[in-house]
């Protein structure tokens, strides 16, 4: 079959050699480069829930504040960094490569979740967020910063929770960051807007967050 396929190309060129070549065929047009988005970014450094576990990440609230920023006709572009399961520690240790990949305008800092998951003390919780926000601070341009204050879990006593639920307040009034006190008010608790763990919000829930949120964030876009 091969020699078969040889011989009538063989023929083919030596009939066809008195004759023009085809003109040569044009490749066919390569996709335009991507176009660099040169919007003020705002980025959101969180855990599973800024992620959207369990979610389409279009469902997630970082996306959700992407429609709110451009139905205002603000001029941000919103950059999810949330990694599922990270506590505090874990936020600080990217927080420079972070910083280097695009510097933000505004930082939406969520940690914290899962120290409290794990029992892990407050001081160090309050140690990490603290240098988190003063490293961002040291950013040229500065960046406006949000932090959002979470709760721990009720069965590691009400000693715990007070301490946990204050290092957010101090470290906000310290740092001069817009403060949520409470990002999963109105979600933690009810069965509807959380997932069957209990513990991460549905895409209904997500809508909650992102309302709460944008109360505090839209000022602060405002202002820059």
């Not at 892990?120 to 990490?128: F, G």
């Not at 309302?211 to 964030?217: D, F, G, N």
Request: aromatic content about 6%.
């Amino acid at each position: 079959m091969i020699r078969f396929l040889t011989a009538s190309l063989v023929l083919t060129v030596v009939a066809c050699g008195s004759q023009q070549s085809p003109p040569p065929i044009d490749p066919p047009p390569s996709a335009p480069p991507a176009v660099a988005d040169s919007r003020p970014p705002i980025l959101f450094v969180g855990t599973s829930i800024t992620a959207g576990l369990g979610l389409d990440p279009a469902d997630a609230f970082p996306a959700l504040i992407q429609l709110k920023v451009d139905s205002a006709g603000l001029d941000y572009s919103v950059t999810n960094a949330g990694v599922s399961g990270e506590t505090s520690a874990g936020a600080l240790r990217r927080t420079d490569w972070l910083f280097r990949q695009d510097t933000p305008s505004v930082l939406v800092l969520e940690t914290g979740a899962n120290d409290g998951l794990r029992g892990q003390d407050p001081d160090s919780l309050e140690a990490n967020i603290r240098a988190i926000l003063l490293r961002a601070s040291e950013l040229r341009p500065k960046p406006r910063l949000v932090l959002v204050g979470m709760e721990a879990p009720p069965n590691l006593g009400q000693n715990y929770t007070t301490r946990f639920r204050e290092v957010y307040r101090r470290v906000a009034g310290e740092t001069g960051a817009a403060f949520v006190p409470f990002l999963l008010e109105g979600v933690a608790g009810v069965d509807s807007l959380n997932q069957g763990d209990g513990i991460h919000p549905t895409r209904e829930g997500h809508h909650v967050i992102a309302e709460t949120l944008w109360s505090v964030l839209r000022p602060v876009l405002l202002e820059r």
